[in-house]
């Protein structure tokens, strides 16, 4: 079966850091682009960060530099390191999937793992 | 970065069609993905490459793209398909590939 599971949410202060994890079954990390968008309490969706199947990756401007999104091919899964952390970065974080044959939509989602950033 | 506009919210009667408008500069020259997401859950692809549909996505759901607005259309709108609707704007050349849309809630009178 097709799934995501994200893990590694939870409440943290501002300028801590979580790593997130996307366990991956049914199809394999490396041959795929993952994604990591993001929802505000309230709020649309907003894309974070992917990488391809080749490992080139790609963030939001808002987490440059402080997000980096890893994938563990002998594990499946994906990851999102996330330090600084700020009250902004509150949200449900989904991973998801996207295969180039669809144009990289994303066809596959998590339930989503929630970080709260506050003091 | 690309930025992407959608009306905020659509509402319309059982039966009757709903419209969804994607609003961006050229967005004909990229390539568009539409969700839709109800409460509490996760989003689920409707549309992909414009106007394709993932199966089991019935034929009530199509889309275009086309100059600066990308369209999905709802045709004879059941109760079901109320929940918020995003579109993903696609662009591998840009340093930024993927933004949504600010999306559009769809309410079912």
């Known amino acids: 079966e097709v799934q995501l599971v994200e893990t590694g949410g939870g409440s943290i202060q501002p300028g801590g850091s979580l790593r997130l994890s996307c366990a991956v079954s049914g199809f394999s990390v490396r041959n795929n682009c993952m994604t990591w968008v993001r929802q505000a309490p309230g709020k649309g969706l907003e894309w974070v960060s992917l990488?391809?199947?080749?490992?080139?990756?790609y963030y939001v401007d808002s987490v440059k530099g402080r997000f980096t999104i890893s994938r563990d091919e002998s594990n499946n899964a994906l990851f999102l390191q996330m330090n600084n952390l700020r009250a902004e970065d509150t949200a449900v974080y989904y991973c998801?999937?996207?295969?180039?044959?669809?144009?990289?939509?994303?066809?596959?989602w998590g339930k989503g793992t929630a970080v709260i950033v506050s003091s | 970065s690309f930025v992407v506009t959608q009306s905020p919210s659509v509402s319309v009667a059982p039966g009757q069609t709903a419209s969804i408008s994607c609003a961006g500069d050229n967005i004909g020259s990229k390539t568009v993905h539409w969700y839709h997401q109800r409460p509490g859950q996760a989003p689920v692809l409707v549309v992909y490459n414009d106007s394709e549909r993932p199966s089991g996505i019935p034929g009530r759901f199509s889309a275009s793209n086309s100059g600066n607005t990308a369209t999905l259309t709802i045709a004879r709108v059941e109760a079901g398909d109320e929940a918020d609707y995003y579109c993903?704007?696609?662009?591998?050349?840009?340093?930024?590939?993927?933004?949504f849309g600010t999306g559009t809630k769809v309410t079912v009178l």
């Open positions: 993903q704007v696609w662009d591998i050349r840009d340093d930024h590939p993927s933004v």
């Open positions: 990488i391809f199947s080749r490992g080139t990756t």
């Open positions: 998801a999937r996207g295969e180039s044959y669809s144009g990289y939509a994303m066809d596959v």
